[in-house]
C-alpha cells in the first residue's frame, strides 16, 4: 500500500510541479525512479531505503540524473554486481553534497566514491554499522584514500572504525587541501607535534576539527587518550580553530612546553576525557586558559549518562568552564601550578 501510493504522489508531483527541486521519501518503489527524469530542475533527494526489494537500478537511474547536486541515502546493499549505464564519467556529474548513512558494504562504499565524476563535491557524510573485520577495515581505509580526487571538499566526516592508518592524519587527509570541517573516527592513531604541524600546511582552511575516537600517543599499543598538552600544538599551528573535540588525558597536567602557545579565537573545547580528580581542576583550568584564553570548555559525555562518576565529570568541567572564565582576567604564567 505504502508503494503504491508513493509511485501515485510522484506521478502526480511530476504533473503538477515539474521544476520541483528537492524530493524525500521513504523509498522508491520497484519501477517508480524513472519518473524522476521529468524534474528538470530536481537537485536534492533524501532517501531512507533505496534499494527496497533489493532494485539496485533506482541508484543506477539516480546516478545520471544531470543536475543532482545533494544525495542522502543508505548503503545497505552489496553493489558489486551493479554497473552504471552509460559513457565514462556521466555519473553524479553535479553531486556537490553526499551523505552515506547505515554503510554495511564497505566494499560498495569504494565503488560509489570511484563513480563520482563531479570535480564540485563539497561535503561527503559516512556513517558505518558497527560490527567490522579486517576486509572491511582495508575497503574504509581503501575509501578514505579514494577520497584524494575530491580537491574541492570542504567538509569530510567519516565514520567511526578502527583505521590501519597509524598516525594522525591519515596521509589521503593531507591532499585535500580546502577542507574547512574534519570529523574523524578513526581509532589507534599516534599524534606528535610533526602530524598537526602537516595538517597546518595542507589544509590551512581548516577551521572545525572532530576527532571523537580513542586515540593513541607515539604508538602506544594500548589505546589511550592523547596528552593534554597536545593543545598546545593545535593552538600554535592551528591557530584559527573555532572549534576542537578529542579525547584528552586530563589527569596529568604539564608545564607548558611553549609559552606563548597560545590561540586568540573564541574556541569551543570538547574534551572526551577521563573525570578530572577534583584536586586537577584548578590546575586544568588555568592550563586550558594558558593556551585558549576565550575557551569555552564542554565535556563530550554530557548529561546523558546514568553513570554517577560521569555525571560527576561533567559537574567538574562545568567547573573549569567558570574557572577558565575567571582565570582570563589574571595574567597567564608560563608554568602551570604544581
Same mark, same amino acid.
Given at each position: 500500500?505504502?508503494?503504491?501510493?508513493?509511485?501515485?504522489?510522484?506521478?502526480?508531483?511530476?504533473?503538477?510541479?515539474?521544476?520541483? $527541486?528537492?524530493?524525500?521519501?521513504?523509498?522508491?518503489?520497484?519501477?517508480?525512479?524513472?519518473?524522476?527524469?521529468?524534474?528538470?530542475?530536481?537537485?536534492? !533527494?533524501?532517501?531512507?531505503?533505496?534499494?527496497?526489494?533489493?532494485?539496485?537500478?533506482?541508484?543506477?537511474?539516480?546516478?545520471?540524473?544531470?543536475?543532482?547536486?545533494?544525495?542522502?541515502?543508505?548503503?545497505?546493499?552489496?553493489?558489486?554486481?551493479?554497473?552504471?549505464?552509460?559513457?565514462?564519467?556521466?555519473?553524479?556529474?553535479?553531486?556537490?553534497?553526499?551523505?552515506?548513512?547505515?554503510?554495511?558494504?564497505? $566494499?560498495?562504499?569504494?565503488?560509489?566514491?570511484?563513480?563520482?565524476?563531479?570535480?564540485?563535491?563539497?561535503?561527503?557524510?559516512?556513517?558505518?554499522?558497527?560490527?567490522?573485520?579486517?576486509?572491511?577495515?582495508?575497503?574504509?581505509?581503501?575509501?578514505?584514500?579514494?577520497?584524494?580526487?575530491?580537491?574541492?571538499?570542504?567538509?569530510?566526516?567519516?565514520?567511526?572504525?578502527?583505521?590501519?592508518?597509524? #598516525?594522525?592524519?591519515?596521509?589521503?587527509?593531507?591532499?585535500?587541501? #580546502?577542507?574547512?570541517?574534519?570529523?574523524?573516527?578513526?581509532?589507534?592513531?599516534?599524534?606528535?607535534?610533526?602530524?598537526?604541524?602537516?595538517?597546518?600546511?595542507?589544509?590551512?582552511?581548516?577551521?572545525?576539527? $572532530?576527532?571523537?575516537?580513542?586515540?593513541?600517543?607515539?604508538?602506544?599499543?594500548?589505546?589511550?587518550?592523547?596528552?593534554?598538552?597536545?593543545?598546545?600544538?593545535?593552538?600554535?599551528?592551528?591557530?584559527?580553530?573555532?572549534?576542537?573535540?578529542?579525547?584528552?588525558?586530563?589527569?596529568?597536567?604539564?608545564?607548558?612546553?611553549?609559552?606563548?602557545?597560545?590561540?586568540?579565537?573564541?574556541?569551543?573545547?570538547?574534551?572526551?576525557?577521563?573525570?578530572?580528580?577534583?584536586?586537577?581542576?584548578?590546575?586544568?583550568?588555568?592550563? !586550558?586558559?594558558?593556551?585558549?584564553? #576565550?575557551?569555552?570548555?564542554?565535556?563530550?559525555?554530557?548529561?546523558?549518562?546514568?553513570?554517577?562518576?560521569?555525571?560527576?565529570?561533567?559537574?567538574?568541567?562545568?567547573?573549569?568552564?567558570?574557572?577558565?572564565?575567571?582565570?582570563?582576567?589574571?595574567?597567564?604564567?608560563?608554568?602551570?601550578?604544581?
Amino acid at each position: 500500500m505504502e508503494d503504491e501510493f508513493i509511485s501515485q504522489a510522484l506521478d502526480q508531483l511530476a504533473i503538477s510541479c515539474p521544476q520541483l $527541486q528537492c524530493i524525500e521519501v521513504p523509498s522508491f518503489p520497484k519501477g517508480s525512479v524513472e519518473i524522476l527524469s521529468c524534474f528538470d530542475a530536481l537537485e536534492e !533527494i533524501r532517501c531512507s531505503d533505496i534499494y527496497r526489494g533489493g532494485d539496485l537500478v533506482n541508484l543506477a537511474f539516480i546516478a545520471r540524473l544531470p543536475v543532482l547536486r545533494h544525495l542522502s541515502i543508505p548503503l545497505r546493499e552489496d553493489l558489486s554486481g551493479m554497473t552504471f549505464t552509460g559513457d565514462r564519467g556521466t555519473t553524479f556529474t553535479a553531486l556537490e553534497s553526499l551523505k552515506l548513512h547505515d554503510v554495511d558494504y564497505v $566494499q560498495s562504499l569504494v565503488f560509489l566514491l570511484q563513480s563520482i565524476s563531479s570535480i564540485r563535491l563539497r561535503t561527503l557524510f559516512v556513517e558505518f554499522t558497527n560490527s567490522f573485520d579486517d576486509d572491511r577495515i582495508e575497503a574504509a581505509d581503501q575509501a578514505l584514500s579514494s577520497l584524494v580526487k575530491f580537491t574541492e571538499l570542504r567538509r569530510l566526516d567519516f565514520g567511526e572504525y578502527s583505521s590501519k592508518f597509524s #598516525n594522525f592524519p591519515p596521509e589521503p587527509i593531507l591532499k585535500l587541501h #580546502n577542507l574547512e570541517e574534519l570529523d574523524l573516527g578513526l581509532g589507534s592513531l599516534s599524534l606528535t607535534k610533526q602530524g598537526v604541524m602537516d595538517l597546518a600546511q595542507a589544509c590551512p582552511k581548516l577551521r572545525r576539527l $572532530q576527532l571523537s575516537e580513542f586515540c593513541d600517543y607515539d604508538g602506544e599499543e594500548d589505546s589511550q587518550p592523547w596528552p593534554l598538552y597536545a593543545l598546545e600544538w593545535f593552538a600554535t599551528y592551528l591557530p584559527m580553530l573555532e572549534y576542537l573535540e578529542t579525547n584528552l588525558e586530563t589527569s596529568t597536567v604539564s608545564s607548558l612546553e611553549t609559552p606563548l602557545a597560545r590561540s586568540l579565537v573564541p574556541i569551543s573545547l570538547v574534551f572526551w576525557s577521563s573525570p578530572l580528580r577534583e584536586e586537577h581542576w584548578r590546575q586544568v583550568a588555568v592550563y !586550558i586558559s594558558c593556551v585558549y584564553p #576565550n575557551a569555552k570548555c564542554e565535556d563530550g559525555y554530557g548529561d546523558a549518562f546514568a553513570d554517577d562518576e560521569l555525571r560527576s565529570g561533567e559537574l567538574r568541567w562545568r567547573y573549569v568552564a567558570r574557572a577558565v572564565a575567571e582565570a582570563r582576567a589574571d595574567n597567564c604564567s608560563s608554568r602551570v601550578p604544581a
